[in-house]
């Protein structure tokens, strides 16, 4: 395994002062959160954690032996302690009497909420069973790509025996369930002397009577398999050798940038999808590779893997050394289909009377030869995440196959957890998708008042955002905020001046390499300079002009490019100004500048009707606050223009408006919200002022 090697040991983290004054249940999230911090143990969301643990009885004051497990859809590298759910053990064992058998298995979970102790809120896990029946205090079942490559073996079994002895057991396939928590209390009564056991296509189990123990041999057998693994492989080809060599990095991402926006307008029929590119190491030596294509066909083993990735990838036809990306382009249509085709079939052949209806039948991985992988899925975090399941998906394979045969999980049992009534159940309790759920969106003047509040708006409603702007210093200290509050997955930020034609062309595609494509451009980058005509100079007129009339051509111009290739649609939003109405007096190349604004906005609306791309216009009004051209020589000269200072001209655009209303940028905000999400999906060509009132700014 390449993640294997004296260099690349797993480290015993386990701190014996901190643990020292810990309760049984803190031990278990301190041990589960350390477990969880090394890709190498387990994937995020894989793998579950559990501690009998003696608490108090609410009613009775009585002590009662309590199971504290990993409750539903949680992660152990980052849980909390509300992230578990709480049983009582003697109702858990009180369960075997109700049991009907194995085709009853999945009513069990029902009963599950009737062994809650002390009114714990947290669903408990289909795994709950698994955790509960085996006799010891502690268990971990975690997923490493070390243990998996055992598992997904065609002799697992023997490999088990050869590297653990007696130590770790070996069960063969079963779904995760009640009944497999039968299976793993029967196989430590047999075995009252084992450590654990390898389930076959799914992970490891272990487990102790006293957390730190129990931590530390969970690390130990899967060093002992990734050490095993390094020892067999030693020197040897990985996937049969390479047929192809990779691109250079800047090549790889030009190439990405191109196949994601067609791929993404492909995918996104039902909803918008957002992508993820991956070229580590990992990912390029599998898709160079001579077997790289058969094993792909085979599937993924572990069932965390393939309910992320669907059963299997699609491998793109580009061959990096033609670097045939035009006919890779024309041919993608129908390798879509071909794919959907392919999925459908398997939906047909494996389906039952009560499955749910087919699901999205379009791929969620796609390998590119030379280039790396990438992954769409309905937000960003899940595309991300997506891929790194497929790497732990290619390290088994790469594992396995190199010192066994591999296989995927038979068709129908993969379907038949893919399509599990109670997996379906679980995606019907998923909240609502956010309005701009998929959407991607760039904002130019990203830093700014109205650009950061724009994009505030945007991530509320789940949007991805892509901050651009030419000072990195405000950028990042944008970024940085809205990654706290959102999570560093849906924002980037790139450095752009919109008078620079390559650097828009780069920054449009970057935004498609790292989110998949473009729906939203808000095109907000501006100055303002203020003069008596007989005093603009060419310089400042020409300056008015290169920001404000061709950057707003410039950087809709290469978004028209990115939404025609995706072909579903867009939203352009220019923030314009009243002055683009309304004349104001000392400041003609302003003024000038922001009416070609508006005008470009009615032919860009003309030209982009039939492909669904939408243009329209907010005009704001004295947004002082917080806006950047509202810093240094603008705000003096037109307090100079209209006779009063600094502190007064706020209050005195207020009293000039109909409204008497300061314009704030959350209210352009939210007009730039309106006009690029569905509410306005009949509205294109128009003008929204958004500047308290003003008779003379009224459109005709």
């Keep these: 395994m390449s993640n294997s090697g004296a260099d690349q040991r797993l480290i015993n983290g386990w701190d014996d002062a901190k643990a020292a004054s810990m309760s049984e249940s803190e031990k278990l999230l301190y041990r589960s959160n350390l477990l969880g911090s090394d890709k190498r143990i387990t994937n995020y969301g894989g793998g579950n954690t559990s501690a009998k643990v003696m608490e108090k009885d609410p009613l009775t004051g009585e002590e009662v032996e309590v199971l504290w497990v990993k409750g539903s859809g949680g992660d152990v590298g980052s849980i909390k302690m509300d992230g578990f759910a709480t049983l009582y053990m003697d109702k858990l064992r009180a369960l075997k ?36 029946y085996v006799p010891r205090k502690h268990v971990d079942h975690m997923h490493p790509d070390a243990i998996i490559a055992i598992a997904a073996s065609k002799n697992s079994k023997e490999l088990t025996q050869e590297i653990f002895g007696s130590d770790i057991g070996w069960l063969p396939w079963k779904k995760p369930g009640y009944e497999l928590g039968l299976w793993l209390e029967k196989f430590c009564v047999e075995n009252p002397d084992a450590k654990g056991v390898v389930l076959e296509s799914h992970g490891l189990f272990t487990w102790d009577d006293d957390a730190k123990a129990c931590y530390e041999l969970t690390l130990e057998i ?66 160079n590779s001579k077997n790289m294509e058969p094993l792909a066909a085979l599937g993924t083993s572990c069932p965390d893997h393939f309910l992320r990735t669907k059963i299997r990838p699609l491998v793109v036809a580009f061959d990096p050394a033609k670097n045939n990306v035009d006919e890779v382009l024309e041919g993608l249509p129908a390798q879509v289909a071909a794919y959907r085709d392919d999925y459908a079939a398997y939906y047909n052949r494996c389906k039952k009377d009560n499955s749910p209806a087919l699901r999205d039948p379009n791929a969620v991985v796609y390998l590119v030869p030379g280039v790396g992988m990438i992954t769409f899925a309905k937000d960003k975090a899940t595309a991300r995440i997506s891929g790194e399941f497929y790497v732990n998906a290619i390290n088994v394979m790469r594992g396995s196959s190199a010192v066994s045969e591999y296989c995927g999980l038979p068709e129908q049992e993969a379907f038949d957890i893919e399509y599990w009534l109670l997996e379906e159940a679980k995606l019907q309790r998923m909240p609502k998708p956010k309005s701009m759920a998929g959407r991607v969106a760039l904002i130019t003047g990203g830093a700014g008042g109205i650009g950061a509040a724009t994009a505030h708006r945007y991530l509320t409603e789940g949007a991805c955002v892509m901050l651009a702007d030419i000072n990195a210093a405000s950028l990042e200290e944008v970024r940085a905020g809205f990654a706290k509050q959102f999570g560093a997955d849906v924002v980037r930020t790139v450095e752009m001046n919109v008078t620079d034609e390559q650097a828009i062309i780069d920054a449009y595609a970057y935004t498609s390499v790292e989110f998949g494509g473009v729906d939203i451009l808000v095109s907000n980058a501006g100055i303002a300079s203020s003069a008596p005509i007989e005093k603009t100079t060419l310089d400042l007129w020409n300056k008015n002009m290169d920001i404000l009339s061709t950057g707003y051509f410039l950087v809709s111009r290469e978004a028209f490019k990115v939404m025609r290739q995706q072909n579903i649609g867009g939203s352009i939003v220019f923030v314009a100004s009243k002055n683009g109405l309304a004349a104001s007096p000392n400041a003609s190349a302003y003024c000038t500048a922001k009416a070609a604004e508006i005008h470009l906005a009615r032919c860009l609306a003309l030209e982009g009707a039939e492909a669904g791309i939408r243009v329209n216009v907010v005009n704001p009004d004295a947004v002082l606050r917080g806006s950047k051209i509202w810093e240094g020589e603008w705000l003096e000269q037109r307090a100079g223009t209209y006779g009063t200072d600094k502190e007064g001209l706020e209050e005195m655009y207020r009293n000039r408006s109909m409204l008497k209303r300061s314009v704030l940028p959350e209210d352009i905000a939210e007009a730039a919200y309106f006009l690029a999400s569905e509410a306005s999906a009949k509205s294109t060509g128009n003008i929204i002022n958004v500047d308290a009132g003003n008779v003379q700014a009224f459109t005709r």
């Design 222 to 287: 899967i060093q002992k398999a990734m050490d095993w693994f390094a020892a067999k492989t030693e020197g040897q080809a990985a996937f049969g050798g390479a047929v192809h060599a990779s691109l250079d990095a800047a090549a790889r991402r030009a190439v990405a940038a191109q196949l994601m926006p067609a791929i993404r307008g492909m995918v996104s029929g039902a909803q918008h999808m957002v992508g993820h590119f991956d070229d580590q190491d990992a990912v390029l030596e599998f898709v």
């Design 97 to 132: 009497g109700i049991y009907r058998g194995v085709e009853f298995e999945d009513e069990m979970v029902g009963y599950l909420p009737h062994c809650t102790w002390n009114l714990n809120p947290r669903a408990a896990s289909i795994d709950t069973p698994l955790h509960a």
